[in-house]
């Protein structure tokens, strides 16, 4: 499976091709990257007298059915992917003060392609097995957790 910005629309949809801030050229850092379109916020501008919408203030042009094939997660407050209440974003430990677990999008999908569906990691399939690679077994019988246990 190809994520299609990068092998349709092109690699400047996600990268800035002239030099930019952040990591690898990218147009946002972390998360925010992938929230520019898949976020339940997102908002593409529309382009008058053109059949485009814009994404990242303007800076990349779209076509204007763009957004409708793309599926928009359902999160409140960094939580709801895959499952509800599943983190996406770092965790933060307040008794240490410090992130206890580094997570984002990059945590379960590669950005550009996979042998899989929802271009996952090490082009694993969905199910336990991919949970239990950052997941003990334990974690899933736990009460309240969300995940429906089989």
Not at 29 to 41: R, Y
Not at 53 to 74: A, D, M, W
Not at 83 to 99: A, C, G, M, R, Y
Request: with cysteine; aromatic share 6%; glycine share 10%.
């Amino acid at each position: 499976m190809l994520h299609q910005p990068a092998y349709v629309e092109g690699c400047a949809t996600c990268h800035e091709p002239h030099g930019g801030d952040n990591d690898h050229l990218l147009r946002a850092q972390g998360n925010a990257l992938c929230l520019e379109c898949h976020g339940p916020d997102a908002k593409p501008g529309a382009v008058e007298n053109a059949h485009l919408v814009t994404i990242f203030n303007g800076k990349v042009r779209l076509p204007e059915n763009y957004f409708t094939r793309l599926k928009r997660l359902p999160l409140k407050y960094n939580l709801g992917h895959p499952i509800q209440n599943h983190p996406t974003s770092d965790l933060f430990d307040p008794k240490e003060n410090k992130v206890s677990v580094k997570l984002g999008c990059l945590s379960c999908h590669q950005p550009h392609s996979s042998a899989q569906a929802g271009l996952l990691v090490k082009d694993q399939t969905a199910g336990m097995a991919f949970c239990g690679t950052c997941h003990k077994a334990s974690d899933f019988l736990k009460e309240g957790s969300g995940v429906a246990v089989r």
